[in-house]
């Protein structure tokens, strides 16, 4: 069974940090580029970070750029997002998603849509 499950989301205070993973099962990650995505309340989904199947090459949307870090470590099957300075318009459910065949990552970041594998999400909520 193909799944993806996402966990480290939680309630932080305005300038702390969180790490959030995505573990895959049933499929290896290594063929996959990969993205995180969030949904705040009454908004769309917007892709923060996205990294490449090898892990060579990341992209992020200008308003996480500088905080958070996309990482992955391909023998674990993992993938992890670290958010540091974090503010209270960071607070969503965060997901990743899998995609293979994207032209550029930031391409992939700008079409949820278009994911071949969903998680279920992560909530982190920053205070302010």
């Known amino acids: 069974q193909l799944q993806f499950v996402e966990s480290g989301g939680g309630l932080v205070q305005s300038g702390g940090s969180l790490r959030v993973s995505c573990a895959a099962s049933g499929f290896t990650l290594d063929n996959y580029d990969i993205g995180w995505f969030r949904q705040a309340p009454g908004k769309e989904y917007e892709g923060v970070a996205c990294?490449?199947?090898?892990?060579?090459?990341?992209y992020y949307v200008e308003s996480v750029e500088g905080r958070f870090t996309i990482s992955r470590d391909n023998a674990k099957n993992t993938v992890y997002l670290q958010m540091n300075s974090l503010k209270p318009e960071d607070t969503a459910v965060y997901y990743c998603?899998?995609?293979?065949?994207?032209?550029?990552?930031?391409?992939?970041?700008?079409?949820?849509?278009?994911?071949?594998?969903w998680g279920k999400g992560t909530l982190v909520t920053v205070s302010a």
């Open positions: 990294i490449s199947d090898s892990g060579g090459s990341t």
């Open positions: 998603a899998a995609v293979r065949g994207f032209t550029t990552l930031q391409e992939m970041c700008a079409m949820a849509n278009a994911m071949d594998f």
